[in-house]
């Protein structure tokens, strides 16, 4: 069974940081592209940053510069380490990993609260 334990979230500052942690289980991960969503209330979910496993990144533009996707190939494990946050960071953080070639397979995490308060 494949679980998606995320961890780190909580209520900072604006200006502060927050690191948000995702551990993978229960699959063969390699070759997959290891991410993390966002959703503000009455928005999209939307992409924040992902990482593949070989460690080629790509950030949204509104947080380019403020937030580092790392990944623990070895672990499973997925980081967001964001920095400088603002209160339209405020969303609930989905980690997700997701493998684009057969076996295809696309899994979310239960999310983690991202509150920034001004």
């Known amino acids: 069974q494949v679980q998606l334990v995320e961890s780190g979230g909580g209520l900072v500052q604006a200006g502060g940081s927050l690191r948000l942690s995702c551990a993978a289980s229960?699959?063969?991960?390699?070759?997959?592209?290891m991410g993390w969503y966002r959703q503000a209330p009455g928005k999209q979910r939307e992409m924040v940053a992902t990482v593949t496993s070989g460690g080629i990144t790509d950030y949204a533009d509104s947080v380019t510069g403020r937030f580092t996707i790392s990944r623990h190939n070895a672990k499973n494990t997925v980081d967001l380490q964001m920095d400088s946050l603002k209160p339209e960071d405020t969303a609930v953080y989905f980690c997700r990993v997701r493998r684009v070639w057969s076996p295809r397979y696309d899994y979310w995490g239960q999310g983690a609260q991202v509150t920034v308060s001004s």
């Open positions: 229960g699959d063969n991960f390699s070759g997959s592209i």
